[in-house]
């Protein structure tokens, strides 16, 4: 990613004078997600990002995965993408576990007969039982989170994005994503984290990357890079070793 802006636009209520009156209406207004951003993430790396709710980790990692354009600069991305952005991003409520898996896999680059003839590896993977028969709409956030898990796999990406992913799930399913994660780096593939569960970010990923603004604040080994955010939350101190942060 090279100097990489995007920006929203938005109404609000301001206040418009003129010669006569001054009056309340909606006006045109701006704000950056992200702002002369520049990243570059090797084969064999991964990457923790961490900051405030609304420092730009969502944006940035929508932008990687192609659901977002920058208004400036270039993201370039080689490889194949497996990306969780949201629990439940991509996924149709009222469909069950079945169909969402049949039209993820699809929408991933499968064929429907390949999804459907490795829909029971994201049965049993997603460990979701008689609930994989369900609608959606009825699963918890760890549940979605399990099922757009399983059906990544399908895929076998060379790019593993997550976003804020860990804090939705049990401690057995997120080991099976730090694992999984793992071997991808290892493999000489791409991981890229972002969240508030920064003990499972620092298992995973070596780098860290701090977000302030839309803008990079600190880059560097995780231990440091937290070192340099923590001081400004010294509330979270004590939540660290837990994995658990307040959004």
């Known amino acids: 990613m090279d100097n990489v802006g995007v920006r929203f636009e938005f109404d609000r209520l301001g206040r418009v004078i ?97 999804t459907r003839e490795r829909i029971d590896e994201v049965a049993e993977r997603s460990k979701l039982g008689d609930a994989f028969d369900r609608p959606v709409h009825t699963y918890s956030e760890g549940m979605r989170a399990r099922l757009g898990f399983a059906v990544i796999q399908l895929t076998e990406p060379s790019i593993l994005l997550l976003d804020e992913v860990f804090e939705a799930l049990d401690h057995e399913f997120r080991a099976k994503v730090e694992d999984y994660g793992r071997g991808i780096r290892d493999r000489g593939g791409i991981v890229v984290a972002a969240g508030h569960d920064h003990t499972a970010l620092e298992r995973i990923a070596p780098r860290g990357l701090l977000l302030e603004g839309g803008h990079v604040k600190a880059e560097g080994p995780f231990a440091e890079v937290i070192s340099t955010y923590l001081p400004e939350r010294p509330d979270d101190v004590e939540r660290l070793g837990a994995g658990i942060e307040d959004g």
């Open 18 to 114: 003129t010669p006569v009156l001054s009056h309340i209406r909606r006006v045109k207004a701006e704000a950056w997600g992200l702002r002369h951003l520049d990243l570059h993430v090797e084969p064999g790396e991964a990457l923790g990002v961490v900051g405030r709710t609304g420092s730009g980790k969502t944006t940035m990692l929508r932008v990687m995965a192609g659901v977002m354009l920058p208004d400036e600069g270039t993201a370039d991305v080689d490889g194949t993408i497996g990306s969780l952005l949201a629990t439940g991003a991509g996924v149709g409520m009222l469909l069950t576990g079945r169909e969402n898996t049949e039209l993820l896999g699809v929408l991933a680059g499968l064929t429907l007969e390949e």
